[in-house]
């Protein structure tokens, strides 16, 4: 379990990292569908 808690930590302080990655790649495949 504190494996577990210790991976949900470094994820949600990576949590903006991931956000702003997947804006990125969202933005770069509606601009490849288009």
Do not use: P, T
């Not at 210790?6 to 990125?24: H, N, P």
């Amino acid at each position: 379990v504190l494996i577990i808690r210790e991976k949900l930590a470094e994820l949600y302080e990576s949590e903006e990292q991931w956000s702003k990655a997947a804006q990125m790649l969202s933005g770069i495949d509606l601009d490849s569908g288009i």
